[in-house]
């Protein structure tokens, strides 16, 4: 194993499990843990950068990489992911406790209803596109093709259970992981070809808006 890969995977599982442990170890608000996501995010990439020089960031943003074709694909694909939580939400909603996830919303991360909306632009957007741009754009374009396949989507799926683990029984938690898993790899298949992360980042924010869509009715 080079240096390049085992830099890779240690440094991104550390500031997962770094981040796992500051979502339930610390009690802090929910702009200071995102405060030190982007802040580990920042730091992981900024020192492969300067330890490898074969990363750039403009190179997985390079938007003419990105046809009228594939424009259309990432549209339709982005609505039909809405559609998918939509349809699971609705699935599994029997099972889901609206009022305990508000509750934990408002007490450990301190999320109003006026802060959910603010919470919400941020997710769909600004979220979505660091985490594509450090599970996707660093993780997986850096590693060789074997490795990316199973460790980005995996560590991508592990990233989120700490966040939603005290919102939905242990069923509906390994139903969760499974269905990131897939997400993830769904997301690093509709990468690979252009090696951008313009496909994920736009397939990302119509599902996060839906979740937030949803999220509304927790406090109106």
């Given at each position: 194993?080079?240096?390049?890969?085992?830099?890779?995977l240690?440094?991104?599982?550390?500031?997962?499990?770094?981040?796992?442990?500051?979502?339930?170890?610390?009690e802090?608000?929910?702009?200071?843990?995102?405060?030190?996501?982007?802040?580990?995010?920042?730091?992981?990439?900024?020192?492969?950068?300067?330890?490898?020089?074969?990363?750039?960031?403009?190179q997985?943003?390079?938007?003419?990489?990105?046809?009228?074709?594939?424009?259309?694909?990432?549209?339709?694909?982005?609505?039909?992911?809405?559609?998918?939580?939509?349809?699971?939400?609705?699935?599994?909603?029997?099972?889901?406790?609206?009022?305990?996830?508000?509750?934990?919303?408002?007490?450990?991360?301190?999320?109003?209803?006026?802060?959910?909306?603010?919470?919400?632009?941020?997710?769909?957007?600004?979220?979505?596109?660091?985490?594509?741009?450090?599970?996707?754009?660093?993780?997986?374009?850096?590693?060789?093709?074997?490795?990316?396949?199973?460790?980005?989507?995996?560590?991508?799926?592990?990233?989120?259970?700490?966040?939603?683990?005290?919102?939905?029984?242990?069923?509906?938690?390994?139903?969760?992981?499974?269905?990131?898993?897939?997400?993830?790899?769904?997301?690093?298949?509709?990468?690979?070809?252009?090696?951008?992360?313009?496909?994920?980042?736009?397939?990302?924010?119509?599902a996060?808006?839906?979740?937030?869509?949803?999220?509304?009715?927790?406090?109106?």
């Amino acid at each position: 194993m080079n240096k390049k890969i085992t830099y890779i995977l240690l440094s991104s599982f550390f500031t997962c499990a770094v981040l796992a442990f500051i979502e339930h170890g610390i009690e802090i608000n929910y702009v200071i843990k995102t405060v030190c996501k982007i802040s580990f995010f920042f730091i992981v990439v900024w020192v492969y950068m300067k330890l490898f020089k074969d990363f750039h960031f403009k190179q997985v943003l390079a938007l003419s990489k990105m046809g009228r074709r594939e424009w259309l694909k990432v549209m339709i694909l982005g609505i039909s992911s809405a559609g998918i939580v939509l349809a699971a939400y609705l699935l599994f909603l029997p099972q889901i406790d609206l009022n305990l996830i508000q509750q934990d919303l408002t007490d450990r991360l301190g999320i109003t209803a006026t802060g959910f909306i603010f919470v919400g632009i941020y997710v769909s957007f600004g979220n979505s596109l660091l985490e594509e741009y450090f599970f996707r754009g660093f993780i997986f374009f850096n590693l060789p093709r074997k490795w990316g396949y199973i460790y980005s989507p995996l560590l991508f799926a592990s990233y989120h259970i700490p966040m939603i683990m005290l919102w939905f029984t242990a069923e509906i938690i390994l139903i969760c992981f499974i269905g990131l898993w897939v997400i993830g790899l769904v997301f690093q298949l509709v990468n690979e070809k252009n090696k951008t992360i313009w496909a994920s980042w736009i397939i990302h924010i119509c599902a996060d808006l839906m979740i937030i869509i949803i999220g509304l009715n927790l406090f109106y």
